[in-house]
Every structure is written in structure tokens, then in C-alpha cells.
């Protein structure tokens, strides 16, 4: 798979273990073999952060284009959805320095 291992024990994290990681605000991620605490690099959170800013720029061409109105909103919350589904896949993480 394409989902990061630990960098501990190398067993690979869950899809979901990170998508829930994104969500709630990039917090860390607990390997559930060897409970190594992960956090998200810095050039990770900033490629979800765009990630996320660019996808207006479609939703904007939508909006505009097909007189779509509040539905560009619900466009925008679905195409959010699908891109913190997409994101593990580019979604890197550390050890905790100690
Ligand atoms: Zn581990």
C-alpha cells in the first residue's frame, strides 16, 4: 500500500488512522504495534493545506459557470472529504524527537 510504515517496527499505518489524524487537526499518529507516536512533517501539513486551498479554485470555476449556488458548498465539503481520503497517500511522518 501506499500508507506510510512506522518508522519503528515498519508495520504499515491504517488509511484511516491518518485521514482521522487530518481531520482532527494533525494529530499524532500512535503506531498500534510497537505505540510510537508520529507527527506529521511540516512539508506534509503544509501539501494538505494546499491541498485543501486549491480545490476552491475548481468549485470556484463550478459556481460560477453553471449558477450552482449554495450546492458549490456542498461540491466543496465532498471534494474536502474525498482529498483527506486521498491525502495518506502523500501524508509523511517523524518520530517524536526525544
Ligand atoms: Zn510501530
Not at 465532498?78 to 501524508?91: D, E
Amino acid at each position: 500500500m501506499f500508507v506510510q510504515k512506522c518508522n519503528n517496527c515498519h508495520k504499515h499505518f491504517k488509511w484511516v488512522q491518518i485521514v482521522k489524524s487530518i481531520w482532527k487537526g494533525y494529530q499524532p499518529v500512535i503506531c498500534n504495534n510497537c505505540n510510537t507516536e508520529h507527527y506529521i512533517k511540516r512539508s506534509s501539513r503544509l501539501l494538505v493545506a494546499l491541498s485543501f486551498g486549491l480545490s476552491i479554485i475548481p468549485i470556484e470555476c463550478i459556481v460560477s459557470n453553471f449558477e450552482v449556488g449554495y450546492y458549490g458548498i456542498l461540491i466543496y465539503l465532498i471534494l474536502v472529504t474525498v482529498i483527506s481520503f486521498i491525502a495518506p497517500i502523500y501524508t509523511r511522518y517523524n518520530m517524536k524527537a526525544k
